[in-house]
């Protein structure tokens, strides 16, 4: 990375404003660091187009020239992208009470910086802002119903234990 921290790592003190990069013109945010704040109340499980079983959460810019901005955030439920998506809502300050991933405590407590990056909406081909990884609502293809959900956190129970172990969260 550019700026020699670590994909996962925050700064909560860092106040950051991107030069323009002509996204503004267009309503976007420009690509870059961005310090957000998830928030409260808008995680939904869903599937994406792909059938993947995933989270989105709307997150707001709080520094700099976009605050008050919005943006979403997607992590992936897969074997492969799992470590990484509980890391990220750590990062977002979830406690995860009793390794429930249906809890998410702490979600929106703290500021983080996060990586926002331009794609192609995959459905419409429009060029959105969006965030990559952490330090308008969310949408899904398909939401998880309570029992998909509750099955969803049966299964990745362990791995969330291991990782409030490895982090050493409390609750």
Known sequence: MADGKARGSMNTAAEVDNDDDGAEDSGLVPAGIQV????AGTAVFG?????????????EITKGKYKGRTLN?????????LDRTLEQLA????????GNLKNLAGLGSTEFEC?????EHPETG?????????????AMKEKLDDGA????????????MALKKRL???S
């Open 73 to 81: 955030w997607y992590g992936a439920m897969t074997e492969k992208a």
């Open 36 to 39: 957000v704040k998830c928030l």
């Open 91 to 98: 990062l977002a300050g979830c406690t995860f009470p009793g």
């Open 126 to 138: 429009d060029l959105q802002s969006r965030i990559s990884w952490f330090g308008t609502g969310v």
């Open 168 to 170: 050493g969260i409390v």
């Open 47 to 59: 599937k994406a187009s792909t059938g993947t079983e995933q989270i989105g959460i709307q997150c």
């Open 115 to 119: 990586q926002v990056e331009h794609s």
């Open 149 to 160: 959900l509750t099955a969803l956190s049966k299964r990745v129970q362990g791995n969330v």
